[in-house]
């Protein structure tokens, strides 16, 4: 596996593949990998010839008070854990290769509604920040499909609506959430927790799931929602929010049958996300 951090050798290595014919697959993180990302690869390994990779702290997505600075940086491991899953190229630029002009100057790529409320809603501008550098980074690589985790549910429906509306020529595949035995979901700022707090963390999917049985049981929403609240606060949790919305996130209504679940908390100072999808009851 080649590492680029370069444009200029990025688009040569591309146009090899191109010039054999060969499908690409990308696969677009922020490093620090762990299972959930290599289940992308894998993914991207059964829908291309070839996976192209990236690594990319984006400095747009990230808020004034986030922990941008402090996000870990493990390129080393990265490039091994990458190699062993068969990706063919790693692409990881400097943040100067990807905004010359530096952020105030940079075109932006916004998509109204759908990067509203949930994490749109805590983190404003996070999803403007996504949708430019995916838009960027589609871009630059011009794969035929890109894979993205179902744990970012809300980046995930950005980024379709995104492709969709601007008639981009890319295939976007959702991957499953990849878990600990535990349940809690994999994630790059599950590092941040200690041991208490990780010992805590399940929580989140566990309240998730009992939520899910009880609506899929027919119980009432606001008080179901209620009670996940409490639950959240009794393991140690400050919500941000906890939500259902039918599966493309819009509001549900008596018609939904297919929801979904999500939720952001924070444990400390650690925000985490997970989501779980259901089908409500006639
Ligand atoms: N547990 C997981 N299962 C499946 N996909 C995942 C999982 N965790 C991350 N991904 C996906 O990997 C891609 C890169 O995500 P990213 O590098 O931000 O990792 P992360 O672990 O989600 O980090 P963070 O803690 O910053 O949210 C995204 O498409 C994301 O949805
Ligand atoms: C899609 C992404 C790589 C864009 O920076 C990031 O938001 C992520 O890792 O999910
Ligand atoms: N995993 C989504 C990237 C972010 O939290 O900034």
Same mark, same amino acid.
């Given at each position: 596996?080649?590492?680029?951090?370069?444009?200029?050798?990025?688009?040569?290595?591309?146009?090899?593949?191109?010039?054999?014919?060969?499908?690409?697959?990308?696969?677009?993180?922020?490093?620090?990998?762990? @299972?959930?990302?290599?289940? +992308?690869?894998?993914?991207? $390994?059964?829908?291309?010839?070839?996976? %192209? /990779? *990236? !690594?990319?702290?984006?400095?747009?997505?990230?808020?004034?008070?986030?922990?941008?600075?402090?996000?870990?940086?493990?390129?080393?491991?990265?490039?091994?854990?990458?190699?062993?899953?068969?990706?063919?190229?790693?692409?990881?630029?400097?943040?100067?290769?990807?905004?010359?002009?530096?952020?105030?100057?940079?075109?932006?790529?916004?998509?109204? @509604?759908?990067?509203?409320? +949930?994490?749109?809603?805590? $983190?404003?501008?996070?999803?403007?920040? %996504? /949708? *430019? !550098?995916?838009?960027?980074?589609?871009?630059?690589?011009?794969?035929?499909?890109?894979?993205?985790?179902?744990?970012?549910?809300?980046?995930?429906?950005?980024?379709?609506?995104?492709?969709?509306?601007?008639?981009?020529?890319?295939?976007?595949?959702?991957?499953?959430?990849?878990?600990?035995?535990?349940?809690?979901?994999?994630?790059?700022?599950?590092?941040?927790?200690?041991?208490?707090?990780?010992?805590?963390?399940?929580?989140?999917?566990?309240?998730?799931? *009992?939520?899910?049985?009880?609506?899929?049981?027919?119980?009432?929403?606001?008080?179901?929602?209620?009670?996940?609240?409490?639950?959240?606060?009794?393991?140690?949790?400050?919500?941000?929010?906890?939500?259902?919305?039918?599966?493309?996130?819009?509001?549900?209504?008596?018609?939904?049958?297919?929801?979904?679940?999500?939720?952001?908390?924070?444990?400390?100072?650690?925000?985490?996300?997970?989501?779980?999808?259901?089908?409500?009851?006639?």
């Amino acid at each position: 596996m080649r590492t680029l951090r370069e444009i200029p050798l990025l688009r040569e290595a591309l146009d090899e593949f191109r010039q054999r014919g060969q499908r690409i697959a990308l696969v677009p993180t922020m490093g620090n990998l762990h @299972e959930g990302h290599l289940a +992308l690869v894998a993914e991207a $390994r059964r829908r291309g010839d070839v996976v %192209v /990779a *990236t !690594i990319f702290v984006n400095p747009l997505q990230f808020g004034a008070n986030e922990d941008l600075d402090a996000y870990p940086r493990t390129l080393a491991d990265d490039q091994a854990k990458l190699e062993a899953a068969g990706a063919d190229l790693l692409f990881a630029p400097e943040t100067t290769a990807v905004y010359p002009r530096g952020l105030a100057a940079q075109t932006r790529v916004c998509v109204p @509604e759908v990067s509203e409320g +949930l994490c749109g809603g805590d $983190r404003p501008g996070h999803f403007d920040g %996504v /949708a *430019t !550098i995916v838009t960027m980074l589609f871009n630059l690589v011009q794969p035929d499909v890109a894979c993205f985790g179902e744990k970012d549910y809300q980046q995930l429906a950005v980024i379709r609506r995104m492709v969709n509306d601007l008639h981009l020529p890319v295939e976007i595949v959702g991957v499953p959430i990849v878990r600990a035995e535990d349940g809690l979901a994999l994630s790059s700022r599950n590092g941040y927790l200690d041991a208490a707090q990780r010992d805590a963390a399940p929580s989140l999917y566990h309240t998730l799931c *009992t939520l899910r049985d009880a609506l899929e049981a027919g119980d009432e929403v606001a008080p179901a929602l209620d009670d996940g609240l409490a639950r959240l606060r009794e393991a140690g949790f400050t919500p941000d929010y906890l939500e259902l919305r039918d599966a493309d996130l819009g509001a549900v209504t008596a018609t939904t049958r297919d929801a979904v679940l999500l939720a952001a908390a924070r444990l400390g100072p650690t925000r985490l996300i997970d989501n779980l999808s259901l089908t409500l009851p006639r």
